[in-house]
């Protein structure tokens, strides 16, 4: 098992540009999760999704869109990147609906908006 | 607000000295704890997780937790630190708003000199 991928893992971009990051596990967890990491601030959630077709709205969702269309995916949308979108991203993953279990994280997206 | 706070930035030990990690936490209903590490330019792994039963929990790399209710505490404990444990610590708890998920705290370095 590949587990969690993430891609790309570097990316620059400059102001106004959009861009998806790739999230995908092959693990057949229902739950899936983005996640951005700041220094100081720990890690903030995005958005979620407990199954394909469902997702819902973390802790910082704007400026961000997902969509799961299939269980193994869960790609993240940059609209119109502003540089307080600078980060690292995290996708994880885990089994069930209801977060008994641990998540599996990805190795992470580092993102330069400029 | 269901959240945790970890109130060290840093903690340093030396290597073969014990070492805690504090986390506390704060949540309606019984909580779901977590702990996690994370290394440089790596994703988060897990550590260990309270759901219920006993009130110490042992997990990897001969990390344990002690859940304490009355204190709402979840600190992170180990008899001998190595200089390998050197990392980021995350506590973590879900929080249930409908679908659940996970509320992670700001982190905590720990340094382990030799």
């Known amino acids: 098992n590949a587990g969690v991928t993430q891609t790309p893992k570097f990316q620059v971009l400059k102001t106004g540009q959009s861009m998806t990051l790739q999230c995908a596990q092959d693990?057949?967890?229902?739950?899936m999760s983005w996640y951005r990491q700041d220094p100081g601030m720990g890690l903030r959630l995005i958005h979620y999704?407990?199954?394909?077709?469902?997702?819902d709205q973390g802790e910082v969702p704007n400026g961000y869109n997902v969509s799961r269309s299939t269980t193994e995916d869960f790609p993240l949308r940059l609209l119109s990147a502003a540089p307080s979108q600078t980060s690292v991203y995290f996708c994880?993953?885990?089994?069930?609906?209801?977060?008994?279990?641990?998540?599996?994280f990805g190795p992470g997206t580092r993102l330069t908006v400029t | 607000a269901q959240s945790v706070a970890q109130p060290e930035d840093q903690v340093n030990v030396a290597e073969g000295n014990p070492l805690t990690v504090k986390c506390t936490y704060s949540?309606?209903?019984?909580?779901?704890l977590f702990w996690y590490v994370q290394y440089p330019n790596r994703g988060l792994q897990f550590l260990l997780k309270?759901?219920?039963?006993?009130?110490l929990v042992k997990g990897s790399y001969g990390f344990e937790a002690e859940f304490n209710k009355s204190q709402t505490s979840f600190h992170l404990k180990k008899p001998s630190a190595l200089v390998s444990d050197s990392a980021l610590y995350f506590c973590?708890?879900?929080?249930?708003?409908?679908?659940?998920?996970?509320?992670f705290g700001t982190g905590t370095r720990l340094l382990v000199s030799p």
């Open positions: 994880a993953s885990s089994p069930g609906d209801r977060l008994k279990h641990e998540q599996y």
């Open positions: 693990m057949n967890h229902e739950y």
């Open positions: 999704s407990v199954g394909a077709g469902i997702t």
């Open positions: 949540v309606s209903g019984n909580p779901y």
């Open positions: 309270y759901i219920t039963g006993d009130n």
């Open positions: 973590a708890v879900r929080v249930d708003t409908g679908f659940q998920k996970l509320v």
